[in-house]
């Protein structure tokens, strides 16, 4: 697979001019703020434009490549020949090494940051139509340490995240090992990034650990599962579908995840072993 970046110095951040109000003392102040660019990628497969993404402007062929598998657009880099990306990172051609007819979908407008019903086709991944059917997940022992690894990983900050406090994160786990930090204006942005990464590196996502900022609705359980990575984990809360997702194909879901403790949702009853 051959990867073309041209968006290699555009700028994740702008500083606007902003007013400062301080309620207890009634006072204004002129100040400057570090806010998010807002960036709209148009993806062509195949010289078609095939969907939209709003996102953040860092990683753009890991995002396209990851959103393309965890939707289960492709079955794996094996499918893509080529991602190129523009220098003003708006346009990206994805060329296949073989027709994919199931691509050509209406075109979506997406910021990738809220559920919806049918987001992904039909409701649960077994009832998507021309979809491959999706398996349980192999049996995955991990040591849950490891959730406090990523969990201190997200409390220490990333980058973006300290600067405009207006963006999620996902760090995604190798073999005991932080590989990846990603960070995107949408959490499903952000955990396709990593995804993609992955992809582009060759690793085993079989033995991968995720962590996620915010909650967890369906749509994001589904990514995982597309992607055959056994373990999430967030700070935020899921959603009931996402719970029964989990469990149906043997995702260990953490949610609420603090140092002091955290929620564990899945089909094995680890602690009667």
């Not at 984990?233 to 043997?250: C, E, F, I, W």
Request: proline residues 4%.
């Amino acid at each position: 697979m051959e990867i073309q970046d041209l968006c290699t110095a555009q700028p994740a951040v702008e500083t606007q001019d902003m007013i400062c109000y301080r309620p207890e003392s009634n006072t204004f102040e002129k100040k400057e703020k570090i806010i998010l660019h807002e960036n709209l990628l148009s993806v062509y497969i195949n010289e078609d434009l095939a969907l939209k993404l709003v996102c953040t402007i860092q990683d753009l062929p890991a995002l396209v490549l990851g959103h393309l598998y965890t939707e289960g657009r492709i079955n794996g880099v094996e499918d893509i020949h080529s991602i190129y990306i523009c220098r003003d990172g708006v346009r990206a051609r994805v060329m296949t090494t073989r027709p994919l007819g199931e691509i050509k979908k209406p075109i979506e407008v997406r910021a990738c940051d809220c559920g919806e019903e049918g987001m992904l086709g039909r409701d649960l991944l077994s009832e998507q139509d021309d979809a491959e059917p999706v398996s349980v997940l192999p049996d995955f022992d991990f040591d849950y340490r490891q959730a406090l690894d990523l969990i201190q990983a997200f409390r220490k900050g990333a980058p973006l995240h300290q600067k405009t406090h207006g963006i999620h994160s996902c760090f995604l786990m190798y073999e005991g090992e932080i590989r990846y930090l990603c960070e995107d204006i949408g959490r499903h942005n952000a955990l396709d990034k990593a995804i993609g990464k992955a992809l582009i590196d060759g690793l085993d996502l079989t033995k991968c650990l995720l962590f996620s900022s915010g909650r967890i609705p369906d749509d994001m359980m589904e990514k995982v599962i597309r992607s055959r990575i056994p373990v999430l984990v967030s700070n935020g809360a899921p959603t009931d579908r996402a719970v029964a997702l989990a469990r149906k194909y043997h995702v260990t879901l953490i949610c609420s995840a603090h140092m002091d403790a955290m929620d564990i949702f899945s089909s094995k009853e680890f602690w009667e072993d």
